[in-house]
């Protein structure tokens, strides 16, 4: 058994991390899912409400809420699989979540990549929350306000991002091998 957490910012690559994942039959939990739901729960859209959700749920339930609440999906993915992916971690007391649960068999991976590069692959995408760095910037501050930086500098393995989709897609094989 093995559980693979990724921490990163808004476009380091999380998302192409876990469809490299997928790509090799391992299943992915998203933690952004249960944002997602929350939002859903409440009646609000999750694109316009998703920060204020997760901040909620966090001040509702405490700073872990969002890891507990993935912890049973990550549990039924290992009944069928010896390694699950956990996209999308954003504290360090998250990452306390699955280092307990889990001990030796959790690996943290940070995914890092510069602002400007994170930018221009978020405007790539036609993200309409870039408009030139501003909200990217507001969003890089919200999560590491929850404790992003924290998590990234405990991570198990660190995984450079800066290069072509190629050698990224590589060493993510490489990391899940």
């Known amino acids: 058994m093995r559980v693979i957490g ?11 991390f876990a469809t490299v994942a ?5 299943p992915v939990v998203t933690m952004g899912d249960v944002i997602r739901a929350a939002c859903r729960d409440r009646g ?3 694109a316009e409400h998703h920060g204020e959700v997760a ?8 700073p872990t809420a969002i890891a507990e609440a993935s ?3 990550v549990e039924t993915a290992l009944e069928t699989a010896d390694t699950v992916l956990v996209d999308g971690i954003r504290s360090d007391v998250e990452v306390e979540v699955f280092e307990e649960r889990f001990g030796d068999d959790f690996l943290l991976v940070s995914i890092e990549a510069p602002f400007e590069v994170r930018r221009c692959r978020l405007e790539a995408r036609g993200r309409d929350d870039v408009d030139g760095g501003e909200a990217l910037a507001e969003r890089d501050e919200r999560e590491l306000g929850f404790g992003l ?7 198990d393995v660190t ?3 800066t290069g072509t989709l190629e050698a990224f897609r590589r ?4 990391v899940l091998e």
């Open 55 to 62: 901040r909620a749920l966090r001040e509702e339930n405490g």
């Open 22 to 26: 997928e790509e090799s039959d391992v």
């Open 171 to 174: 060493r993510v094989r490489e």
């Open 44 to 46: 609000l859209d999750p």
């Open 149 to 155: 930086g924290e998590a990234m500098d405990r991570a």
């Open 71 to 73: 912890l049973p999906h």
């Open 159 to 161: 995984v450079d991002n």
């Open 6 to 16: 990724t921490v990163g910012l808004a476009g380091s690559g999380k998302g192409e």
